[in-house]
């Protein structure tokens, strides 16, 4: 299966709804995720950043520290 696929039969799981570009987005965090020990979540009200972070991750060999920056 693609990771696309595995996307978003999580998302549906999570009663969420699976938008191209959210599994887009969730995509391109892992590929990012597996070459940098840091990433930013950076984006507009309601684009989902905090559903993101809020999702325990699976299949890594550590779990994240997320800091809530407000931007003042």
């Known amino acids: 299966r693609s990771p696309s696929q595995i996307v978003r039969q999580s998302v549906l799981e999570l009663k969420l709804q699976a938008e ?13 995720l597996q070459v940098r020990h840091s990433v930013f979540g950076i984006g507009n009200a309601s684009c989902c950043k905090s559903q993101v972070a809020a999702q325990p991750p699976q299949g890594h060999e550590s779990s994240p520290a997320l800091a809530n920056h407000t931007p003042q």
Request: hydrophobic content about 55%; aromatic content about 8%.
């Open 20 to 32: 191209e570009s959210f599994v887009l987005k969730v995509v391109q965090l892992e590929e990012l």
